[in-house]
């Protein structure tokens, strides 16, 4: 049985998450969804730790992997509707650093929409180097693409985080995770974290890995995919570390459970107002919508569709409204936003699928909101 409500119209949702924990495809789960700003679904259970001894809380919180992605580029966001970022800027703008090896006419869209060329470092790092903003940063910005910027989208899996971070540091002489903090997250009341405090370490439910042969490190590989995989290798039991744990990776390090990433988006959902604060113009959250680029991904390998930090509609996710945008997380969490249904989906769990963008989980959860919406039939 799960904890927490669903509004009647949504029973469906409650009976697909208990069947996920009942038949063992869910350890630890929550999932939460928003319509017009009011939380309408809300629901966890399971167990936050492999062996069962844990239960998954109200307050359980977790690793979200690349779901992190979207409050980076919600900051980002924030800061152009305030005039303080261009997109279409080069990032020399703000970086000057960055203009190396060619890159002088990189724009900012191309870091929001990973198609800068930057998908991975070119000099060999450690999971220990993630922890250090300024080398992480540096080699980034000393580094040639590895294909015309602009010219395709190629995952940035971990890269984005640092290389919209450093632009928003440069911007307002504070890291990302301090923005995000301060002018969202706490606004908000949202308990979602770049950079955890260790205050909050008990909290935090264990992600468990995929099974083997199935991770995002797994299987033939093109030398691009090799790079971005393996440079550093992706370590899943590193997240239950504090040093993971209090890092700014911006793209991949965030602590946060379902609740925490339906309400942040609210904001985007509901015209730029949650909570009755204005926090971006209606403009402002529309620029998510703006298709960057679109084609076969060269480091995912499928085909992608997307605009300002977001994937949009027509690319891995099958989305009911051409005005939603969504990204998931490696393992299975997941965030859809619709602009014209004014709802929020959030899934975080622990039992690790070897997908990085979403399954069938999230999915399913996604359709039977839907269903209850009136979006699609039951």
Request: aromatic share 8%; proline share 5%.
């Amino acid at each position: 049985m799960a904890d927490g409500f669903a509004q009647d119209r949504f029973a469906g949702v409650r009976t697909a998450f208990e069947a996920n924990l009942a038949s063992g495809t869910d350890i630890g789960a929550s999932f939460c969804a928003t319509l017009e700003g009011e939380t309408v679904v809300d629901l966890w259970g399971g167990y936050a730790d492999e062996a069962k001894t844990r239960p998954w809380e109200q307050d359980t919180i977790i690793n979200v992997y690349s779901t992190t992605k979207t409050m980076t580029a919600l900051t980002a966001l924030l800061l152009a509707d305030r005039g303080e970022l261009d997109f279409d800027a080069p990032v020399a703008r703000y970086w000057p650093e960055f203009a190396a090896s060619g890159k002088e006419a990189v724009k900012v869209s191309h870091l929001m929409s990973h198609s800068a060329g930057l998908s991975g470092w070119k000099e060999p790092i450690t999971t220990d180097d993630l922890y250090d903003w300024e080398k992480a940063t540096s080699l980034l910005a000393a580094q040639a693409p590895y294909w015309a910027p602009g010219s395709a989208p190629g995952y940035h899996a971990l890269t984005q985080g640092y290389l919209v971070g450093e632009v928003v540091r440069r911007i307002t002489g504070k890291s990302l995770g301090s923005v995000f903090r301060e002018e969202i997250a706490e606004p908000l009341g949202a308990d979602f974290h770049i950079g955890l405090p260790a205050s909050e370490d008990a909290r935090v439910a264990e992600l468990i890995p995929p099974p083997p042969g199935v991770g995002i490190s797994d299987g033939v590989q093109t030398e691009l995919q090799n790079n971005m995989s393996h440079n550093p290798g992706i370590d899943v039991r590193a997240t239950r570390t504090r040093a993971w744990r209090g890092a700014e990776i911006p793209a991949a390090g965030g602590t946060g459970n379902a609740r925490s990433i339906a309400k942040v988006h609210t904001i985007l959902a509901n015209g730029g107002v949650s909570g009755g604060k204005r926090f971006l113009s209606e403009a402002g959250c529309r620029k998510a919508l703006e298709l960057q680029i679109e084609g076969t991904d060269l480091i995912l390998g499928t085909p992608v569709r997307f605009g300002m930090g977001f994937g949009l509609a027509g690319g891995l996710v099958p989305l009911p409204s051409p005005n939603s945008f969504f990204w998931g997380g490696y393992g299975g969490s997941l965030v859809i936003i619709d602009m014209d249904a004014r709802t929020t989906f959030g899934y975080a769990m622990n039992r690790m699928a070897g997908t990085t963008t979403g399954d069938m989980r999230a999915l399913g959860l996604s359709v039977a909101m839907w269903q209850g919406l009136g979006l699609i039939p039951s």
